[in-house]
T-cell receptor, first 112, second 114 residues
Framework: GENVEQHPSTLSVQEGDSAVIKCTYSDSASNYFPWYKQELGKGPQLIIDIRSNVGEKKDQRIAVTLNKTAKHFSLHITETQPEDSAVYFCAASTSSQGNLIFGKGTKLSVKP | EAGVAQSPRYKIIEKRQSVAFWCNPISGHATLYWYQQILGQGPKLLIQFQNNGVVDDSQLPKDRFSAERLKGVDSTLKIQPAKLEDSAVYLC????????????FGEGSRLTVL
């Protein structure tokens, strides 16, 4: 079955710096790669996603890149703000399965 | 629009006792999921419903866990008897589109088994 590895497990940056979180997946049939943000005591919330027919997608300060050959995808957050502090999860799924396999998460801390 | 509602938010029980969690998905969402999130890990799918039918329950420990969605709306997840390793947050999510659609998560039910 699918396995998703996520790095780093913790990341601390200064406000205004960029943050990058990387994930690898094992199942070459996976074609949907969302990123979820989870704040303390809340459920995960989708922040951006990318499908296998696209190499990069951007939404304001957030961007995701996908390398299908290498089976890895990354989340890029520019101009970080304290409110970006949270746990971020990458995930992967195939259309045939329909469910998401999550990575273990990255705790991002943005210091003012 | 109202989000996914879950209750109770917190529950503490002793091992071998039983517990039930309730979820009300977003109106109109046909697909409902129960995930288990152990501290420090990502959510893991337990069961997925499409309307009131089970789509995937391959990772549900069926000797102790059960779930139902009788009328295709609300769902209940039950654990009986509970083990120490069941301590986790149980997240309910719903989606409008079954395959590769955005999941909307509730705030979760935190279970502590002593």
């Amino acid at each position: 079955g699918e396995n998703v590895e996520q790095h780093p497990s913790t990341l601390s940056v200064q406000e205004g710096d960029s943050a990058v979180i990387k994930c690898t997946y094992s199942d070459s049939a996976s074609n949907y790669f969302p990123w979820y943000k989870q704040e303390l005591g809340k459920g995960p919330q989708l922040i951006i996603d990318i499908r296998s027919n696209v190499g990069e997608k951007k939404d304001q300060r957030i961007a995701v890149t996908l390398n299908k050959t290498a089976k890895h995808f990354s989340l890029h957050i520019t101009e970080t703000q304290p409110e970006d502090s949270a746990v971020y999860f990458c995930a992967a799924s195939t259309s045939s399965q329909g469910n998401l396999i999550f990575g273990k998460g990255t705790k991002l801390s943005v210091k003012p | 629009e109202a989000g996914v509602a879950q209750s109770p938010r917190y529950k503490i029980i002793e091992k071998r006792q039983s517990v039930a969690f309730w979820c009300n998905p977003i109106s109109g969402h046909a697909t409902l999921y129960w995930y288990q999130q152990i501290l420090g890990q990502g959510p893991k799918l337990l069961i997925q419903f499409q309307n009131n039918g089970v789509v995937d329950d391959s990772q549900l420990p069926k000797d102790r866990f059960s779930a139902e969605r009788l009328k295709g709306v609300d769902s209940t997840l039950k654990i009986q008897p509970a083990k120490l390793e069941d301590s986790a947050v149980y997240l309910c999510a719903s989606s409008f589109v079954r395959d590769t659609g955005e999941l909307f998560f509730g705030e979760g039910s935190r279970l502590t088994v002593l």
